[in-house]
């Protein structure tokens, strides 16, 4: 039997991450799992709840719901791609939108928030064969992990990607404001004091400015292979 990979793929927001994440499960018949996902979900709880307003948190609320929220990815067949469940709702649409994405840098800094997931990422990865995507999966999630990759791109091409992405989904989205909420995330996650965004020693960078999914799917392949077979 083949050798079964964890495979971490760490960057910056809109880096095109889960494009290339997603090519490589599917190539090796691996599960996905967006890691951003998952604090999006929690994001979009805690938004429907009140927790959050635009100066404060209420930490005491989401620390004594947090085991409410239920996160689960189901497989469509239709569209061939796993979405995201919020206590059974369907939400892969609303956790993508601009104000979850305007909250969720602030989520995903409180540290009991952050245990929950990456406890429930470290389940999820318990049998290998997987690819996860994030922010600390190959720092903090799986360290041993055999693949982590590092990915970044330049800010007006991550913006240009999302804004894109947003369109071919008929949300209606300011390109400016995208660019401002990237920036901002690229900060927030950089300087946070818990999992701060960084590479992790012995990952492998990709800068994919210039480069096509099927580009990175070649540059990946043979590194792979390498791991697979142990070289
Ligand atoms: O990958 P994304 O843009 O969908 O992630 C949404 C937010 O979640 C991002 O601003 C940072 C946070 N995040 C995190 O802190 N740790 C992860 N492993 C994944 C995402």
């Known amino acids: ?54 100066d404060k948190l ?13 996160i689960e990815f189901v497989y469509n067949p239709d569209i061939a791609e796993y979405e995201t469940f919020l206590n059974s709702e369907n939400v892969e ?20 928030v ?17 690819v996860m995507d994030g922010r600390d999966i190959g720092t903090v999630v799986f360290p041993d992990a055999e693949l982590k990759i ?31 909420n990237i920036i901002a995330r690229d900060i927030t996650d950089e300087n946070r004091d818990i999992s701060p965004l960084r590479r992790a020693d012995d990952a492998i960078i990709l800068d994919n400015s210039k480069m096509t999914v099927q580009e990175q799917m070649i540059w990946v392949h043979s590194i792979i292979e390498k791991k697979i077979n142990g070289s």
Do not use: P, W
Request: charged share 30%.
């Open 58 to 70: 209420d930490i005491q609320g989401i620390l004594n719901e947090l085991k409410d929220i239920v």
């Open 150 to 180: 590092f990915m970044t791109a330049s800010v007006e091409i991550r913006a240009k990607r999302r804004y894109d992405e947003m369109k071919n989904k008929g949300i209606d989205v300011d390109f400016e404001e995208i660019r401002r």
């Open 1 to 54: 039997m083949k050798k079964k990979l964890i495979i971490a793929i760490d960057g910056y927001s809109s880096c095109g991450k889960s494009t290339f994440a997603k090519a490589i499960a599917k190539e090796l018949n691996y599960l996905y799992i967006d890691s951003g996902a998952m604090y999006r979900t929690v994001t979009l709880y805690c938004m429907r709840r009140g927790f959050i307003s635009h």
């Open 93 to 112: 649409n609303e956790i993508r939108g601009i104000e979850v994405s305007k909250h969720v840098s602030r989520i995903s800094q409180i540290s009991e």
């Open 114 to 130: 952050r245990s929950r997931m990456v406890e429930l990422q470290r389940q999820i990865g318990m049998f290998k064969g997987i």
